[in-house]
T-cell receptor
Framework: DADVTQTPRNRITKTGKRIMLECSQTKGHDRMYWYRQDPGLGLRLIYY???????NKGEISDGYSVSRQAQAKFSLSLESAIPNQTALYFCATSDPNRDTQYFGPGTRLTVL | QKEVEQDPGPLSVPEGAIVSLNCTYS??????FMWYRQYSRKGPELLMYTYSSGNKEDGRFTAQVDKSSKYISLFIRDSQPSDSATYLC?????????????FGEGTQLTVNP
Protein backbone atom coordinates (compact mmCIF):
# COMPACT_ATOMS: atom_id res chain seq x y z
CA ASP A 1 0.00 0.00 0.00
CA ALA A 2 1.11 3.56 -0.74
CA ASP A 3 2.54 5.51 2.19
CA VAL A 4 0.91 8.80 1.13
CA THR A 5 -2.50 8.68 -0.50
CA GLN A 6 -4.58 11.46 -1.99
CA THR A 7 -8.25 11.60 -2.90
CA PRO A 8 -9.64 12.28 -5.37
CA ARG A 9 -7.03 11.66 -8.07
CA ASN A 10 -8.89 13.75 -10.61
CA ARG A 11 -11.60 16.37 -10.17
CA ILE A 12 -13.39 18.70 -12.52
CA THR A 13 -15.45 21.44 -10.94
CA LYS A 14 -17.00 24.79 -11.74
CA THR A 15 -16.05 28.30 -10.71
CA GLY A 16 -17.39 29.19 -7.27
CA LYS A 17 -17.70 25.63 -5.96
CA ARG A 18 -16.13 24.51 -2.69
CA ILE A 19 -13.63 21.69 -3.10
CA MET A 20 -11.79 19.55 -0.56
CA LEU A 21 -8.70 17.50 -1.35
CA GLU A 22 -7.71 14.89 1.18
CA CYS A 23 -4.38 13.40 2.14
CA SER A 24 -3.59 10.45 4.39
CA GLN A 25 -0.23 8.99 5.35
CA THR A 26 0.97 5.85 7.07
CA LYS A 27 4.61 6.91 7.47
CA GLY A 28 4.07 8.21 11.01
CA HIS A 29 5.52 11.62 10.14
CA ASP A 30 4.40 14.71 12.03
CA ARG A 31 5.13 17.10 9.17
CA MET A 32 2.78 17.43 6.22
CA TYR A 33 2.66 19.79 3.25
CA TRP A 34 0.42 20.86 0.38
CA TYR A 35 1.94 21.98 -2.94
CA ARG A 36 0.62 22.91 -6.32
CA GLN A 37 2.52 22.25 -9.52
CA ASP A 38 2.12 24.30 -12.68
CA PRO A 39 4.09 23.98 -15.92
CA GLY A 40 7.19 26.17 -15.82
CA LEU A 41 6.67 27.09 -12.17
CA GLY A 42 7.69 23.93 -10.37
CA LEU A 43 6.29 23.02 -6.98
CA ARG A 44 5.00 25.87 -4.84
CA LEU A 45 4.13 25.51 -1.17
CA ILE A 46 0.55 26.32 -0.18
CA TYR A 47 0.39 25.30 3.50
CA TYR A 48 2.41 23.17 5.86
CA UNK A 49 1.93 21.66 9.29
CA UNK A 50 4.68 20.49 11.64
CA UNK A 51 2.22 18.86 14.03
CA UNK A 52 -1.52 18.61 14.63
CA UNK A 53 -1.70 22.00 16.38
CA UNK A 54 0.65 23.81 14.02
CA UNK A 55 -0.52 25.24 10.67
CA ASN A 56 1.53 27.64 8.58
CA LYS A 57 0.99 29.51 5.34
CA GLY A 58 3.30 28.87 2.44
CA GLU A 59 4.13 31.16 -0.44
CA ILE A 60 0.74 30.92 -2.20
CA SER A 61 -1.93 30.40 0.49
CA ASP A 62 -4.48 32.95 -0.76
CA GLY A 63 -7.72 31.23 -1.78
CA TYR A 64 -6.87 28.04 0.13
CA SER A 65 -7.42 26.73 3.66
CA VAL A 66 -6.33 23.56 5.41
CA SER A 67 -7.35 21.29 8.25
CA ARG A 68 -5.12 18.88 10.15
CA GLN A 69 -7.61 16.39 11.52
CA ALA A 70 -5.02 13.98 12.93
CA GLN A 71 -1.34 13.19 12.59
CA ALA A 72 -2.12 11.13 9.52
CA LYS A 73 -4.65 13.42 7.80
CA PHE A 74 -4.23 16.83 6.19
CA SER A 75 -6.96 18.33 3.98
CA LEU A 76 -6.80 21.24 1.55
CA SER A 77 -9.91 23.27 0.74
CA LEU A 78 -10.69 25.72 -2.00
CA GLU A 79 -13.56 27.76 -0.58
CA SER A 80 -14.62 29.23 -3.93
CA ALA A 81 -12.70 27.68 -6.79
CA ILE A 82 -11.49 29.85 -9.68
CA PRO A 83 -10.01 28.79 -13.05
CA ASN A 84 -6.43 29.81 -12.19
CA GLN A 85 -6.49 27.19 -9.42
CA THR A 86 -6.43 24.55 -12.14
CA ALA A 87 -3.25 22.63 -11.36
CA LEU A 88 -1.73 19.42 -10.05
CA TYR A 89 -1.84 19.28 -6.24
CA PHE A 90 0.54 17.23 -4.14
CA CYS A 91 0.56 16.30 -0.51
CA ALA A 92 3.87 15.40 1.13
CA THR A 93 5.23 14.28 4.49
CA SER A 94 8.73 14.73 5.76
CA ASP A 95 11.34 12.89 7.69
CA PRO A 96 12.64 15.38 10.27
CA ASN A 97 16.00 13.64 10.48
CA ARG A 98 16.87 14.27 6.84
CA ASP A 99 14.58 17.07 5.62
CA THR A 100 13.50 14.84 2.79
CA GLN A 101 9.89 14.74 1.69
CA TYR A 102 7.68 11.91 0.47
CA PHE A 103 4.98 12.78 -2.00
CA GLY A 104 1.56 11.40 -2.75
CA PRO A 105 0.44 10.59 -6.30
CA GLY A 106 -1.22 13.96 -6.83
CA THR A 107 -4.70 15.30 -7.58
CA ARG A 108 -5.37 16.82 -10.97
CA LEU A 109 -7.89 19.62 -10.43
CA THR A 110 -9.63 21.44 -13.27
CA VAL A 111 -11.79 24.48 -12.54
CA LEU A 112 -14.06 25.46 -15.42
CA GLN B 1 14.57 36.90 -8.55
CA LYS B 2 13.75 33.29 -7.74
CA GLU B 3 15.77 31.68 -4.98
CA VAL B 4 16.36 28.59 -7.11
CA GLU B 5 16.79 28.62 -10.89
CA GLN B 6 16.86 25.39 -12.87
CA ASP B 7 17.76 24.88 -16.52
CA PRO B 8 14.26 24.41 -17.95
CA GLY B 9 14.99 22.00 -20.79
CA PRO B 10 13.47 19.96 -22.21
CA LEU B 11 16.41 17.67 -22.88
CA SER B 12 16.38 14.85 -25.40
CA VAL B 13 19.39 12.51 -25.51
CA PRO B 14 20.22 9.12 -27.04
CA GLU B 15 20.47 6.06 -24.84
CA GLY B 16 23.90 5.77 -23.26
CA ALA B 17 24.58 9.51 -23.19
CA ILE B 18 25.83 11.40 -20.15
CA VAL B 19 23.23 13.84 -18.91
CA SER B 20 23.93 16.98 -16.90
CA LEU B 21 21.14 18.75 -15.03
CA ASN B 22 21.83 22.05 -13.29
CA CYS B 23 20.48 24.48 -10.71
CA THR B 24 21.74 27.74 -9.30
CA TYR B 25 20.57 29.40 -6.11
CA SER B 26 20.84 32.78 -4.46
CA UNK B 27 20.22 32.01 -0.77
CA UNK B 28 23.55 31.24 0.85
CA UNK B 29 21.70 29.84 3.89
CA UNK B 30 20.64 26.70 2.01
CA UNK B 31 22.26 23.74 3.71
CA UNK B 32 20.63 20.65 2.23
CA PHE B 33 20.40 19.78 -1.44
CA MET B 34 18.22 17.20 -3.09
CA TRP B 35 17.25 15.89 -6.48
CA TYR B 36 13.78 14.47 -7.06
CA ARG B 37 12.63 12.46 -10.06
CA GLN B 38 9.04 12.68 -11.24
CA TYR B 39 7.56 10.28 -13.74
CA SER B 40 4.52 11.30 -15.72
CA ARG B 41 1.34 11.24 -13.63
CA LYS B 42 3.28 10.43 -10.45
CA GLY B 43 4.49 12.33 -7.42
CA PRO B 44 8.16 13.32 -7.10
CA GLU B 45 10.43 10.76 -5.47
CA LEU B 46 13.73 11.44 -3.77
CA LEU B 47 16.73 10.50 -5.89
CA MET B 48 19.74 12.08 -4.20
CA TYR B 49 20.36 13.94 -0.94
CA THR B 50 23.50 15.77 0.15
CA TYR B 51 24.53 18.52 2.52
CA SER B 52 28.17 19.20 1.72
CA SER B 53 30.15 20.56 -1.19
CA GLY B 54 31.64 17.94 -3.45
CA ASN B 55 30.37 14.86 -5.23
CA LYS B 56 28.11 12.06 -4.07
CA GLU B 57 27.64 8.96 -6.18
CA ASP B 58 24.84 6.43 -6.23
CA GLY B 59 25.09 3.97 -9.08
CA ARG B 60 24.79 5.85 -12.37
CA PHE B 61 23.88 9.09 -10.59
CA THR B 62 26.27 11.71 -9.23
CA ALA B 63 25.16 14.79 -7.32
CA GLN B 64 27.58 17.68 -7.26
CA VAL B 65 27.36 20.72 -4.97
CA ASP B 66 29.51 23.84 -5.18
CA LYS B 67 28.48 26.12 -2.33
CA SER B 68 31.01 28.82 -3.22
CA SER B 69 29.40 29.21 -6.65
CA LYS B 70 25.88 28.40 -5.42
CA TYR B 71 25.52 25.70 -8.03
CA ILE B 72 24.36 22.10 -7.96
CA SER B 73 24.32 19.48 -10.68
CA LEU B 74 23.05 15.97 -11.25
CA PHE B 75 24.93 13.74 -13.68
CA ILE B 76 23.44 10.59 -15.13
CA ARG B 77 25.88 8.16 -16.75
CA ASP B 78 24.86 5.58 -19.35
CA SER B 79 21.38 7.06 -19.52
CA GLN B 80 18.48 4.65 -20.09
CA PRO B 81 14.98 5.13 -21.49
CA SER B 82 13.71 4.43 -17.97
CA ASP B 83 15.46 7.66 -16.87
CA SER B 84 12.95 9.65 -18.92
CA ALA B 85 11.23 11.86 -16.36
CA THR B 86 11.18 15.38 -14.95
CA TYR B 87 14.03 16.12 -12.54
CA LEU B 88 13.55 18.69 -9.80
CA CYS B 89 16.28 20.18 -7.66
CA UNK B 90 15.33 21.18 -4.12
CA UNK B 91 17.09 22.85 -1.23
CA UNK B 92 16.33 23.73 2.36
CA UNK B 93 17.42 25.75 5.34
CA UNK B 94 17.30 24.12 8.73
CA UNK B 95 14.82 26.02 10.88
CA UNK B 96 14.08 25.66 14.58
CA UNK B 97 10.81 23.84 14.12
CA UNK B 98 11.57 22.10 10.85
CA UNK B 99 12.60 22.73 7.28
CA UNK B 100 10.84 23.78 4.11
CA UNK B 101 12.01 22.89 0.65
CA UNK B 102 12.41 25.33 -2.20
CA PHE B 103 12.16 23.65 -5.59
CA GLY B 104 13.47 24.49 -9.01
CA GLU B 105 11.07 24.53 -11.96
CA GLY B 106 12.08 21.07 -13.16
CA THR B 107 13.85 19.76 -16.27
CA GLN B 108 12.08 17.26 -18.50
CA LEU B 109 14.45 14.57 -19.78
CA THR B 110 13.75 12.13 -22.60
CA VAL B 111 16.20 9.31 -23.30
CA ASN B 112 15.64 7.83 -26.74
CA PRO B 113 16.36 4.13 -27.39
Amino acid sequence: DADVTQTPRNRITKTGKRIMLECSQTKGHDRMYWYRQDPGLGLRLIYYSFDVKDINKGEISDGYSVSRQAQAKFSLSLESAIPNQTALYFCATSDPNRDTQYFGPGTRLTVL
Amino acid sequence: QKEVEQDPGPLSVPEGAIVSLNCTYSNSAFQYFMWYRQYSRKGPELLMYTYSSGNKEDGRFTAQVDKSSKYISLFIRDSQPSDSATYLCAMSVKETSGSRLTFGEGTQLTVNP
